[in-house]
């Protein structure tokens, strides 16, 4: 038996198999390491993001080359081989275009940076915090902690917005006031609400547009500057107070009318006085108790 | 008391360490906003309350309370054995103050002049046997405001206005407000008109001066024409009546001697 094994080894297949092997190893052991060390020094300069990318790329690389010297070593002639895959990759590619477009999709994003790692981003109806950026979808939580992942192709293709690029952001009021009401005093109202709370920006100032005569009030855009984060607190009290004070200074909020005309050639719409004696009974009241 | 009677009051420091039994409260009311403490064996309790449409009440009031106030929300904080005293420390803001001067202020080129702004502090209590920090609280809430050249460049402060004083004796003794005293110095071959300017107080310390009113490091502002940046210079010389013996608290961020900030947003917006 003993003997038998020796015979084998000595063969010429078995010498390739070993060293096809100890080259696969020695393929495992150098990518690991190599793409490791390129980790961090990767990472020192770059975003975590590239960093973990470049990681992957030196550890497959390294690896498809020594798999590739262990296949030649057992006797597999590589241009055969590489033939072969490109037939097997056209095919594969056709099979799979939307996986293939999600990631070029994917290294575009990457290299683009409209976003990064904890930004908020809205895509389409989707609004949330940005979990991770893959080459094949993106991975968003919603501020109803849901897990909802957008594939790359959709957020290149459609329009993305970054909530929480710049520090500073406006928030538009567009409210109504009666015809009857002063324009200056609301203007004037406005302003001071805007000065007295704390939240919203002195510079760069609130602006008031007049924005036209609606169908049942004054248009008007107040536009007011905020920090980010604060929006949300900004807005509710901003609101609030617009509400009390206008309740306080009898400034009317309308809501929307309508006129009636029956037409110049016509009479008038007959309108009859009802007074409180002459109202009939109702007819769903009940009976009266015999 | 009333408004005038309270205005009459002088000032008292209200830095020092008080000692305070178990069982008992106390109520310090420095300017516009009123804090009240109590200790017990083995807890401090902290409340305060603002009345930010009385800035001008420039008062100090400190006495011992029959008990917390009941209404506002307190704080408590646990301790084995409480420390037997607290005392309050001055601090100035974390972000920079932006002043608007209510009429702009022009210095002619080669020209230089001293101003006394006054920025609003925050007080810090504080237990100095364990050195705790209870909290932080800001005597008034300022606005938000955001100083740069536009929206996507700057950086966030907080906002007031200021009478840009240019005498010493016109600043009214108020016991909540820091005085800096800029002078502001004008090289760059043009007018320098000032509508808006940024005083960068996280680098400044809090000097308290024994008649109860606050100043911080005097600085000044060199403005060169060629850049944006305006180059902050500490002078090191305190006001008269003041040493760095009366230093009560340091700055939030240590600078070098000189370093470049953005102090006049006229420039930009032109």
Same mark, same amino acid.
């Given at each position: ?30 990518? =690991? ?13 770059? =975003? ?30 590589? $241009? ?90 406006? +928030? ?50 107040? $536009? ?21 004070? +206008? ?28 007074? =409180? ?14 | ?14 830095? /020092? ?63 084995? /054995? ?33 101003? #006394?702004? $006054?920025?609003?502090? =925050? ?52 016991? /909540? ?29 809090? #000097? ?49 001697? /000189? ?12």
């Amino acid at each position: 038996m003993a003997e038998n094994i020796l015979q084998l080894l000595q063969t010429d297949h078995a010498m390739q198999f070993i060293k096809a092997a100890i080259l696969f190893l020695f393929g495992l052991l150098a990518a =690991s390491l190599v793409s490791r060390t390129a980790y961090r020094l990767i990472s020192q300069n770059f =975003s975590l993001h590239h960093a973990v990318l470049f990681r992957r790329l030196i550890y497959w690389v390294i690896l498809a080359l020594f798999i590739a010297s262990a296949l030649r070593e057992l006797g597999f002639s590589l $241009s055969v081989l590489l033939g072969a895959a490109g037939v097997l990759s056209v095919a594969l590619g056709f099979a799979s275009q939307t996986s293939v477009s999600n990631l070029i999709s994917g290294l575009f994003l990457i290299g683009e940076k409209p976003f990064q790692l904890g930004d908020t981003i809205k895509a389409g109806n989707t609004t949330g915090e940005v979990l991770s950026i893959d080459l094949l979808s993106v991975k968003l939580r919603t501020p109803d902690n849901l897990f909802v992942r957008i594939p790359n192709e959709s957020l290149i293709k459609s329009e993305v917005t970054n909530l929480t690029r710049f520090p500073i952001r406006r +928030f538009d009021l567009n409210l109504g006031v009666a015809y009857k009401e002063n324009i200056s005093k609301v203007r004037a109202i406005l302003f001071e609400l805007a000065d007295k709370n704390p939240l919203s920006l002195d510079e760069p100032s609130p602006v008031f547009v007049f924005s036209g005569f609606g169908e049942s009030s004054l248009d008007i855009q107040f $536009s007011v500057w905020t920090k980010r984060e604060n929006l949300r607190d900004m807005r509710n009290k901003l609101l609030e107070d617009i509400k009390l004070t +206008f309740d306080r200074e009898g400034i009317e909020i309308p809501y929307p009318c309508r006129s009636l005309f029956t037409g110049s050639g016509t009479a008038p719409l007959p309108v009859q006085v009802v007074t =409180s004696q002459a109202t009939a009974p109702d007819k769903n009241s009940p009976p009266p108790a015999q | 008391m009333t408004k005038s009677e309270i205005r009459q009051k002088p000032l008292a420091p209200w830095w /020092h360490p008080v000692s305070l039994e178990a069982e008992s409260c106390y109520s310090y009311a420095i300017g516009p906003l009123t804090l009240y403490l109590k200790r017990q064996e083995h807890e401090w309790q902290l409340a305060f309350e603002r009345q930010e449409e009385n800035e001008d009440l420039f008062r100090v009031l400190n006495h011992a309370a029959v008990c917390m106030p009941s209404g506002l929300k307190t704080h408590r904080y646990i301790f084995q /054995h409480s420390p037997d005293s607290f005392q309050l420390k001055p601090v100035l803001p974390e972000r920079p103050l932006v002043v608007r001067t209510r009429q702009p202020v022009n210095i002619p080129d080669g020209g230089q002049s001293t101003f #006394y702004i $006054s920025c609003p502090v =925050s007080v810090q209590v504080t237990l100095p046997a364990t050195n705790t920090l209870l909290q932080e609280i800001p005597v008034l809430r300022l606005s938000d405001t955001w100083f740069g050249p536009s929206t996507q460049v700057g950086e966030l402060c907080y906002a007031t206005k200021t009478q840009a004083r240019h005498d010493r004796a016109d600043i009214p003794l108020r016991p /909540h407000r820091a005085v800096t005293p800029v002078t502001i110095i004008n090289r760059s071959g043009n007018m320098l008109t000032i509508e808006k300017l940024s005083i960068p107080v996280p680098l400044l310390a809090v #000097y308290g001066a024994p008649d109860g009113t606050l100043w911080t490091d005097p600085i000044s502002l060199e403005h060169d024409g060629e850049h944006a940046l305006a180059r902050l210079t500490f002078t090191g010389k305190l006001p008269a009546g003041l040493s760095t013996a009366e230093r009560l608290s340091s700055p939030r961020i240590s600078s070098g001697k /000189h370093s470049l900030v953005r102090a006049f947003a006229s420039i930009f917006n032109q």
